[in-house]
C-alpha cells in the first residue's frame, strides 16, 4: 500500500483539503470484504496524519490490481511470486534481527529483490 510519508501526506492533505490513499496487490487478491477494509484502513491513517477527524468525508483511496508479471521495480519486471518470495524473506530476515522492537512494527527498508527473467 503506498500513501506517500507521513509528514508529506499530512502538508498534501491539509494543502488540498482532501486525502489520497493508493494500494497495489496482486490480481484478484481483494475479494469485496478485504477491498472494504483496506479503504476503511487507508482512510484512517490518513485521518490520523493529518489529525483532522473530518478529512474522512473527503478522503479517495484507488485499488489497483497488478497482473501477472505487472510489478514493475527498478527497471525490472516482477512476477508474484518473485516479489512475495523477495517480501517473505525480508519479513524473515527483520524476525531474526529486531531487538526489542514490537512484532507489530516492520521497519522502514528496501526490500532485496531477485533479479527477473524479464528485462
Not at 13 to 37: F, I, P, V, Y
Not at 40 to 60: H, K, M, N
Amino acid at each position: 500500500m503506498i500513501i506517500g510519508s507521513g509528514k508529506s501526506m499530512a502538508s498534501a492533505c491539509s494543502n488540498l483539503n482532501t486525502g489520497l490513499g493508493l494500494s497495489a496487490s496482486n490480481s484478484g487478491a481483494l475479494d469485496r470484504r478485504k477491498q472494504l477494509a483496506v479503504v476503511r484502513q487507508l482512510t484512517d491513517i490518513i485521518v490520523a496524519a493529518v489529525g483532522d477527524p473530518t478529512l474522512a468525508d473527503r478522503t479517495w483511496v484507488l485499488l489497483t490490481e497488478a497482473p501477472e508479471g505487472g510489478w514493475g521495480l527498478s527497471g525490472r519486471a516482477y512476477t508474484n511470486a518473485e516479489l512475495g518470495s523477495a517480501a517473505r524473506a525480508q519479513i524473515a530476515d527483520w524476525r531474526r534481527t529486531r531487538r526489542g522492537n514490537s512484532a507489530d512494527e516492520l521497519r522502514p527498508g528496501r526490500v532485496a529483490l531477485p533479479r527477473s527473467r524479464v528485462r
